[in-house]
């Protein structure tokens, strides 16, 4: 390894990446914080609701719409 002169801008400069380095290596290198998603809630007829009761109701609700198109899709298949 050979000695090299340095200017004081040089010497400057590389002992502030030598402290750098030492940081980085006790405390660890730096995480960013994860950016957190912007939710926005839109009220549509209580479906951002959180409790169970809005759930089971909209469930509810769900089933006899399908079952009406399904009754209905029978009805008219027979009528054929």
Do not use: H
């Amino acid at each position: 390894m050979s000695i090299q002169r340095m200017s004081p801008e040089q010497f400057f400069r590389q002992s502030q990446q030598e402290q750098d380095l030492e940081k980085i290596l006790i405390d660890g290198e730096p995480v960013p914080p994860e950016p957190q998603p912007q939710i926005q809630y839109v009220p549509v007829a209580g479906v951002n609701n959180t409790n169970d009761s809005s759930k089971t109701l909209w469930g509810v609700l769900g089933i006899i719409a399908l079952t009406g198109i399904i009754v209905v899709g029978i009805v008219a298949l027979c009528k054929k």
